[in-house]
Every structure is written in C-alpha cells, then in structure tokens.
C-alpha cells in the first residue's frame, strides 16, 4: 500500500516495512500478502480523519474503536479476528524494528465466534488404523509407513507427499519439511515411524523403483511420487476397514497428533514448532480441545463433580 512521494505518513511507512518484511524475510504468497495489506490498509483509512498518521499515536482505544466500526459495518466477527491478527503481526514488527515502545494490539481480545474446535481421532481409532495395511506386503509396508510418518510428525499431507530421502535422518530421528512460506522446519520421528520407515525403504521402496528412479521417499506403483489425492483415497481405504464412522481426511491426523500431544502434557510452543505455525494464537486452537479433555476426565472421576 504504498502511496510513494513525500505525502507517506509514518503509519503508512510503517505498514509498508512490515509488508517487505513478510515477503522478503517470511517468503509470504502475493495472495497472502494481499490479504495482510488490504487488512492493514483498511486501518490506516480509519485513522487517518481522526488525526492519527503516527505510528507511535496508535493506543488499544483506537484498536478498540476500530473494532466497533467494523461491527457497525456488519463484518463477521471471523473476519474481524483476522483484522486483529493482522494489526497483532504489524506492531509485533513496530516494536521489534523499536519503531513504537508499546505495543497497542497487546491486551486486545480477538473476537469471540462460532468457530468449530477441529475433529480428531482417539488413540484407540488411531491405533486400528495404523494396524490396517498390514506389514506383509510393500504396498502395506509403504502405507503403514506414510500413515506412521502422518500421525507421528503432525505433517501437513503436501509436506509429505513432498518428502525426498534427503529429508530424512532415521539414525537421529528427524525429518526435515519446507513448510508455508517455504520455512524449513525439523520435526522428530517418534519410534514407531522411524521403525515404519526403514522397512519400507529397506524391504518395500526397491520394489517401487523404476528406471527412471525418484528421489521421493513414497512411491506408487508407476515409481512416481505419491500425490495427495493418492494418499487420501487410500487413507479413506483403511479408515471404513478400521470401523471409524467419522469423516476422515490428512488433516484430521495433524489434528489428532497436536491434540494428543498437548493432552499428554507437551508445551504449546513445541507444538507450535512442530506443526509449523507461523502464530502460536493458530496452535491455541488444540488448547480448547486439550480443555475439554480435561473437564470430561475431572466430570468422570472426580467424586463431586
């Protein structure tokens, strides 16, 4: 949104750092960044005929007030929440740069709506799908070992399908993925994947392999690399001959490993790295479902409850 000559506010020179930023440091998508400038944008136009054209003179009322004005014009109150994260992003960077000394957004509350707590699979479900390729042929090895890697990693299926055998380091138990905004993270392989995965690459993968070899750690039959659309057929496959009801999708087993995880006691932060968000406020999502575990445990057990 840059408006270029010497008529520039210093809000408006701010927005535009921040959104060199994203795209120069954070590699964010044009389509994202859009998003992030209309957003910010869309600001800058409500304060300007109210005198404020300073980043420093940016407070929480004028946060708050901008809120309001949103709620007048009848915006959800889920796209109001994405204005905030927006505004949270851009003053998070303001002060980082010491371009304000307070950040305005900090005690603003994203607004409360409908939003629908993600599905996920018990453990037990987990587990009677996990068992359903079987171990006896390479297409059960190579599918207990895609659905091991899934569920042990928290992957998103695009950064499994994207797998090379360079990613991986089965003898420390690490994979490395590229990530939104191609950020490359390191996430751990518990033991059961990592046993998945070395027999499908010492007993199963071979047998995959054309002449014309690939570097894609999972195979189909053609020794072409597996694509979504592959994994989730075969997903939906072994999910009806488990006996789950539930709708079943990659996604829902990304779900089910952050809500394990954060059930069993593991920090938001770790899960946050793990899976790759950018904002933990995205990760705080699973604290809703780890929550409601909770109190269904204490209604259960506790004596007065």
Known sequence: MDRGGSGSSSLDLTVQRFLDHLKVER???PATLSAYGKDAA????????????????????????FLEYLTDKKLSARSQARQVVTLRQLFRFAKSEELVAVDPTENVDLPRFGRRLPEFLTVTEVDELLRRPGR??????????????????????????RLRLRDLS?????????????????????????????????????SFVRKRASEAVFLTQLGRGMTRQGFWKLLTGYARAAGIRKSISP??????????????GADLKAVQAMLGHADIGTTEIYTHLSRSHLRKVYDRFHPRS
């Open 27 to 29: 590699k964010l998508s």
């Open 42 to 65: 869309g600001f800058v136009a409500f304060l300007e005929p109210r005198g404020i054209v300073d980043t420093t003179a940016v407070e929480s009322l004028h946060v708050l007030d």
């Open 136 to 161: 006896d042929t390479p297409r059960g090895l190579r599918d207990t070992a895609m659905l091991e890697t899934l569920y042990a990693t928290g992957l998103r299926v695009s950064e499994l399908v």
């Open 170 to 206: 089965l003898e420390v138990g690490y994979l490395r993925t590229m990530g939104k905004g191609r950020k490359e993270r390191l996430v751990p392989i518990g033991d059961g994947a990592r046993e998945a995965l070395t027999l499908y690459l010492q007993d199963a993968r071979p």
């Open 251 to 264: 996604h829902k087993l990304r779900h089910s490993f952050a809500t394990h995880l954060l059930e069993r």
